[in-house]
């Protein structure tokens, strides 16, 4: 199984990005994908996360600034970002939990950093 994140980049204050993970060599359905965020220093994160059904849980600091979806037929997500701080700054990953599996699955992260 792989996951490869992408859309990471440096980004002013108040601007936009949009993450996307796709993923490969799943071959059962997806229960729900995450994206999780560590910033040095600090713990990793729950950022977002979405069901295949469509039911999101977000961090109260990005709830109404980042939108999470899924494609459950391309076993993909993305993550939009909007009115980005630079406590957004942090290293982002993309988490899949698939059925059956047993276990979760982890991107190698993208770096999102947000300054001036």
């Known amino acids: 199984v792989e996951l490869v994140e992408s859309g990471g980049g440096l980004v002013q204050p108040g601007g936009s990005l949009r993450l996307s993970c796709a993923t490969s060599?799943?071959?059962?359905?997806?229960?729900?994908m995450s994206w999780y965020r560590q910033a040095p220093g600090t713990q990793r994160e729950l950022v977002a996360s979405?069901?295949?059904?469509?039911?999101?849980t977000y961090h109260a600091s990005v709830k109404d600034r980042f939108n999470i979806s899924i494609d459950n037929a391309k076993k993909t997500q993305e993550l939009q970002m909007n009115s980005l701080e630079p406590e957004d700054t942090a290293v982002y990953y993309c988490?899949?939990?698939?059925?059956?599996?047993?276990?979760?699955?982890w991107g190698q992260g993208t770096q999102v950093t947000v300054s001036s």
């Open positions: 988490y899949v939990w698939a059925y059956g599996s047993g276990t979760g699955y």
């Open positions: 060599g799943i071959t059962t359905i997806i229960t729900h």
């Open positions: 979405i069901t295949s059904g469509g039911v999101t």
